[in-house]
């Protein structure tokens, strides 16, 4: 079997990880890093950046600049509306998030910018294991519905990744902690990321490395990102207090702020106080205006107060029903289980102290590793995991009548029998939804199928059967069959906000476009490099040989050192390639003539003549 790649498409983050001599390892970028920003951005010229490099030029570049594009997945515009980002997100014509790129004058839904993280990861690990990867897990949280689950897939698929199975990330990292401690009972899993908040609680069983989740819930949309926004939103107000000047509308010190707003978060899980220092961030009457503040660790929880309400819940929903004096362990998981308060919150609701148990920032990408190493016939994990949300089909009155509820162990699959509800009824719409909530229309729609074909009949004749199955992935297929003519219709639901087949294949085609561009791109900046260091040496050679060689040599390769170094600045292809040739070709008459002349001396007169040099 061949390799397979575990993928923790992360928020901020991502990690990929691949067993190498039955060992799981974390594989780094090509910077050397175990993490790589989950960030994507287009330079002036087109070129495409991914990770780090992408990442390091947010501020100077920020509306083609994109990251935490996990929060967008699987969504419509009007779900994701208000959230706070750099770029400008709008609706496409079927409704759907997207992002707009200007520099390109394009869009991007993101899955497509989620195919460039895992693309790049890929081909990270191509690199390091020196052969194609085409299998992967890829990691969700647990919270993720169906549209998001498919628009990972679907990610995968844009990239050429064959995605396996898509499992739940508090899941991978209760994966990679047995395999590191191999001892029983509950764990409950604790992961807050950069835009995800995920509680899940699982039973070990170490002897048949079995891993049972109980329950799991949380929000998909509740992470470091939100902490990051409740201290820029308070900089915002404390700096228009104090200058009276409004930044909100201010894209470069937005992005300025954000980046600082961030790092005081990050200095406040270590210390009690951050100063905020951002020089020049405005000018009043042509002065430049400094931002300087000071965040004490308790004013910034106070800032979160509410974001920490939001933890609670799902917490309590997972403790439903189970003795918490049975958890033996908490697992921090994510990078904003670093916040003290955070971890607080949730040893004094169980009563157990947070263990590091497992390493929070690589832990599910290593799990996801732990599970394909059993997929690729070395391991014996049994994994048992559930689905997070309830599934069901909208009946009379706009009923959401709940067929698999939530926390139902997974692959499952479950039948009932529907009738008509208005006599002669020849057609049924089956409305697939998936949530808590007693009405459909306030779930989540899924999909929506008919079955037609139906004898006309008294309403209640008709017999349908309804068959929703929730495979490994989580992934939802739905059947439905007339019972009395064996009439059936089926559909795997891709969500009511995702990609069709031909939308996958066109972004397919144009990732492979891309990689084309960047292979050019590349290209471009190796020519670039060669043409600098050609220019350098043969500037130094010039300066050697002036004196000793006729003019009409070394006038030629100055005048083409001048066109190469004026087409580096304007940093134009065609020129680049064009004074590249034309130097060369100048130094090249010069480069034989000095070849000629050292032809010309015998190895022995050279010998002598520094014996002689030395005597003197
Ligand atoms: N020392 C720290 N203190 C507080 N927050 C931190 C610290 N270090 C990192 N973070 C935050 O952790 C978040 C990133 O965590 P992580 O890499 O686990 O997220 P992710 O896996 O990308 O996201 P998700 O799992 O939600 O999709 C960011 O919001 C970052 O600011
Ligand atoms: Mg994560």
């Given amino acids: 079997m061949s390799k397979i790649i575990a993928i923790d498409l992360g928020t901020s983050n991502s990690v990929v990880c691949a067993n190498i001599g039955g060992v799981r390892t974390v594989i780094p970028n090509d910077l050397g890093s175990n993490t790589t920003p989950s960030a994507v951005a287009f330079k002036k010229d087109g070129e ?60 991007f839904t993101p899955e497509q910018l989620s195919s460039f993280v895992l693309g790049y990861l890929k081909k990270c690990a191509e690199d390091y294991l020196g052969e194609t990867v085409t299998d992967a897990i ?21 990239c050429g990744l ?40 699982l039973e070990l069983s170490s002897d048949d490395d079995f891993y049972q989740v109980l329950a799991s819930s949380g929000d998909s949309r509740l992470g470091g990102d939100d902490f990051d926004q409740k201290i820029m939103d308070w900089i915002i107000q ?12 201010d894209g470069a010190a937005l992005q300025r702020i954000r980046d600082a707003a961030e790092k005081a978060k ?31 660790r308790s004013k910034f929880e106070s800032l979160i107060s509410d974001l920490l309400e939001r933890i609670k819940k799902p917490v309590e929903d997972v403790l439903n029903n189970t003795d918490k004096s049975k958890i033996k362990e908490i697992l921090l998981v994510g990078g904003s289980t670093r916040v003290p308060c955070v971890v607080k919150l949730i040893e004094d609701m169980i009563g157990v102290s947070a263990s590091k148990g497992v390493n929070v920032d690589l832990a599910v990408a290593e799990g996801a590793c732990e599970l394909a190493k059993t997929l690729e016939g070395n391991g014996s994990i049994l994994l048992a995991d559930v689905t997070s949300l309830s599934f069901g089909i909208e009946t009379n009155g706009g009923i959401h009548h709940i067929l698999v509820p939530k926390n139902s162990t997974i692959p499952t699959s479950r039948k009932e029998v529907f009738s008509t509800a208005v006599d002669g009824q020849e ?24 079955l037609s074909g139906i004898p006309q009949a008294k309403r209640g004749v008709p017999q349908i059967e309804v068959e929703l199955s929730v495979n490994n992935s989580g992934i939802l297929e739905v059947k439905a069959k007339d019972l009395g003519t064996g009439k059936s219709n089926s559909i795997t639901i ?12 066109k972004m397919v085609k144009e990732a492979e476009e891309y990689a084309e561009a960047d292979k050019e791109a590349k290209q471009f900046i190796l020519d670039k490099n060669e043409l600098e260091m050609l220019c350098s040496n043969m500037k130094t050679t010039c300066e050697e040989q002036k004196d000793k060689q006729d003019s009409s040599l070394i006038d030629p390769v100055l005048e083409a050192i001048t066109v190469a170094e004026e087409a580096l600045k304007e940093n134009d292809k065609d020129k ?41």
């Fill in 138 to 158: 890829i990691t969700v949280p647990a919270y993720f519905n169906q549209d998001q689950r498919v628009a990972t897939k679907n990610a995968g698929a844009i």
């Fill in 48 to 107: 495409k950046l991914v990770g780090q490099v992408a990442k390091r030029q947010q501020i100077t570049n920020f509306k083609n600049t994109f990251s935490s594009f996990k929060r967008l997945m699987g969504h419509t515009f009007e779900e994701i509306k208000d959230e706070k980002t750099s770029y400008t997100i709008k609706a496409n014509e079927k409704g759907l998030a997207v992002v707009e790129c200007p520099i390109l004058d394009k869009d």
């Fill in 162 to 201: 064959n995605v396996l199975r898509v499992i739940n990330e508090p899941t991978a990292a209760a994966l990679a902690y047995g395999n590191n401690s191999k001892s029983d009972g509950l764990v409950l899993v604790y992961d807050l990321g950069g835009g995800t908040f995920d509680v899940t609680l």
């Fill in 494 to 505: 891709s969500g009511s906000s995702n990609l069709t087949q031909d939308e996958i294949d």
């Fill in 576 to 616: 680049i390639a064009d004074a590249k040739s034309k130097l060369l070709t100048a130094s090249h008459a010069l480069s034989s003539k000095l070849y000629e002349q050292t032809q010309s001396v015998s190895p022995e007169e050279v010998i002598e003549a520094e014996m002689v040099d030395e005597q003197n």
């Fill in 238 to 249: 404390e700096f228009k207090k104090e200058s009276g000047v409004d930044l909100s509308k």
């Fill in 427 to 450: 057609s049924v719409d089956i409305v697939i939804a998936t949530g808590e909530r007693p009405l459909t229309k306030d779930n989540k729609i899924l999909g929506t199928f008919r």
């Fill in 266 to 296: 990050c200095e406040l899980s270590s210390q009690v106080s951050s100063n905020i220092n951002i020089p020049f961030i405005t000018s009043v009457d042509n002065q430049p205006v400094h931002l300087n503040l000071d965040l004490s």
